[in-house]
T-cell receptor, first 111, second 116 residues
Framework: QKEVEQDPGPLSVPEGAIVSLNCTYS??????FMWYRQYSRKGPELLMY????GNKEDGRFTAQVDKSSKYISLFIRDSQPSDSATYLC???????????FGTGTQLKVEL | GAVVSQHPSWVICKSGTSVKIECRSL??????MFWYRQFPKQSLMLMAT?????????EQGVEKDKFLINHASLTLSTLTVTSAHPEDSSFYIC????????????FGPGTRLTVL
């Protein structure tokens, strides 16, 4: 079993839809959670960084962490074609330790 | 802020030659940098962790004599692929750890290496 599980998709939604992306993890020591967006042939771009359980909002993006269920989510409101990319969840124990990534979910927002 | 650059963005080389890839943190000092490799439609695979002024820590299965990493300053880390072969062709991405006690990593744009 992988430490971090993420549905690879592809996920296709119409423009304007609310998108829900999810990851589950097995290591209860993970304390820091991140979401990255990666366009084809580009490096990942940090979207959200969270530490504790709960919600964090930034513009159209909301990150949700439920440590008791070992489950994290990223919600994208009013999705746009420019949101079409691969979304990677990542997490670590803190202290500068290496990140453990999910496999990434490929999202396509269609006109 | 938190911009990381990589150079070159792509490189084509002949089998047997060595290729050096640079990773720079442009607007912050990075005591720790990471090197990843990514194959098409796959997630990032951590190759090594690079700390300024010390030897890199390589992940299991990564040949340290083939992938030489040097982190000589707080803003520059280099990855040298020695005696490259076609199977080394891949997308190489570096990242730098944020400062101020935060643990997020900021990624460079990546370098696409093609070995003929």
């Amino acid at each position: 079993q992988k430490e971090v599980e993420q549905d690879p998709g592809p996920l296709s939604v119409p423009e304007g839809a609310i998108v829900s992306l999810n990851c589950t993890y097995s290591n209860s020591a993970f304390q820091y959670f991140m979401w990255y967006r990666q366009y084809s042939r580009k490096g990942p771009e940090l979207l959200m960084y969270t530490y504790s359980s709960g919600n964090k909002e930034d513009g159209r993006f909301t990150a949700q962490v439920d440590k008791s269920s070992k489950y994290i989510s990223l919600f994208i409101r009013d999705s746009q074609p420019s949101d079409s990319a691969t979304y990677l969840c990542a997490m670590n124990q803190g202290g500068g330790n290496k990140l453990t990534f999910g496999t990434g979910t490929q999202l396509k927002v269609e006109l | 802020g938190a911009v990381v650059s990589q150079h070159p963005s792509w490189v084509i080389c002949k089998s047997g030659t060595s290729v050096k890839i640079e990773c720079r943190s442009l607007d912050f000092q990075a005591t720790t940098m990471f090197w990843y490799r990514q194959f098409p439609k796959q997630s990032l695979m951590l190759m090594a962790t690079s700390n300024e002024g010390s030897k890199a820590t390589y992940e299991q299965g990564v040949e340290k004599d083939k992938f030489l990493i040097n982190h000589a300053s707080l803003t520059l880390s280099t990855l040298t692929v020695t005696s490259a072969h076609p199977e080394d062709s891949s997308f190489y991405i570096c990242s730098a750890r944020g400062t101020g006690g935060r643990d997020e990593q900021f990624f460079g744009p990546g370098t696409r290496l093609t070995v003929l």
